[in-house]
């Protein structure tokens, strides 16, 4: 995989592996696109990766925090507007669809339109047209629609808060980023960059994590993700005068819940016990019936569907346990 697909999502796990194959697959795809996941997963970085590993790499990509365009503003933003078109419109504006023409659009945190301006963006996707607000004639863009969420657009659509239509309309081909906690060991590797990087730069090139920190990044939750990694890495790092930083003591927490986060660690540990146990279970089920899901989610007492869930979940794979059941074999 090229080093332009891969853009900055750094860590080694299976399940980062599988999301830099479907950016490839994807950005080969001149379609519209629906990066989702939690908050602080990267999927800014997603889109932009899609953006330069396809055949527009060499326009613009602009993107657009939905969340923070006003209600009354947003088709003005979009598609610009006309000179008078409204009160403090005293010069003609081009909009955000102009600006990305032949490029990618990235429409952040999606499900924070209003119905309203859902629609006119929707009008937009069928056809590639649009109007200027005050405008009388229709213009044409040639442009990519990335968008990304970290709200479930099917259930926001189920009640009526989402349009169904337009999100059939950008969820043509999908890429679900992990949390952090679903990413193996990636969090310590992660924690090491970040470090090694600020050392550089502040000239503490011997700066390590401590034991501590490694056991912290390993039974905490990270809500963040990997942003909220990032900070606290950073902030650990400025507060410590020693080569060896301890991140434990920097994540951020409510005042007066400093007490309260000892069980967290009990919660996280059980988790992670849980997960643990899942992973194995479904893992020697596939082995068991040779990557049979029907007859392994029977074994387990569960609908077909459910059982896939899991497996998915886990990153398991049931045409890797047929090979590995067929390896057993040909070794007897």
Same mark, same amino acid.
């Given at each position: ?7 900055? =999502? ?54 657009? @925090?939905?969340?923070?365009? &006003? ?28 600006? !990305? ?46 968008? !990304?969420? @970290? !709200? ?18 950008? @969820? ?9 906690? $679903? ?7 992660? !924690?090491?960059?970040? =470090? ?31 942003? $909220? ?20 003591? &920097? ?24 997960? $643990?146990? $899942? ?10 019936? @040779? ?42």
């Amino acid at each position: 995989m090229s080093a332009r697909f891969g853009f900055q =999502l750094l860590g080694s796990s299976e399940s980062l592996a599988k999301v830099r194959t479907q950016i490839e697959r994807v950005a080969r795809v001149d379609a519209a696109v629906l990066v989702e996941g939690e908050t602080g997963t990267g999927k800014e970085m997603v889109a932009r990766a899609i953006h330069y590993g396809s055949k527009r790499a060499d326009r613009a990509f602009v993107p657009v @925090n939905c969340g923070a365009l &006003a209600e009354t503003l947003v088709e003005s933003e979009l598609f610009g507007h006309e000179r008078g078109a409204f009160t403090d419109a005293k010069v003609a504006s081009l909009g955000l669809v102009s600006e !990305a023409g032949g490029g990618t659009l990235f429409l952040d945190e999606v499900d924070a339109l209003s119905l309203k301006a859902q629609a006119a963006l929707l009008r937009f996707l069928q056809d590639g047209s649009y109007r200027r607000v005050g405008g009388s004639s229709t213009k044409q863009s040639d442009v990519r629609i990335v968008v !990304a969420s @970290n !709200a479930n657009l099917n259930e926001l659509a189920e009640a009526r808060r989402f349009r169904k239509d337009l999100l059939y309309r950008i @969820n043509v081909l999908s890429v679900y980023l992990p949390t952090l906690r $679903e990413r193996g060991d990636d969090g310590i590797e992660l !924690a090491r960059i970040f =470090l090694t990087r600020l050392g550089h730069h502040h000239g503490r090139p011997q700066v390590r994590l401590t034991p501590a920190s490694i056991a912290f990044i390993q039974s905490y939750t990270w809500p963040g993700n990997v942003r $909220e990694l990032e900070n606290v890495v950073q902030r650990a790092f400025l507060l410590s005068d020693s080569n060896e930083v301890d991140i434990s003591q &920097a994540v951020s927490q409510p005042r007066g819940e400093r007490s309260a986060a000892e069980p967290a660690v009990f919660r996280t540990a059980k988790q992670q016990a849980v997960k $643990e146990f $899942e992973r194995l279970y479904v893992s020697r089920l596939l082995m068991q019936t @040779n990557g049979n899901l029907t007859q392994a989610a029977l074994i387990a007492g569960q609908d077909r569907s459910a059982f896939g869930r899991l497996v998915r979940k886990h990153s398991l794979s049931p045409s890797r346990a047929q090979a590995a059941t067929a390896a057993r074999a040909g070794e007897a």
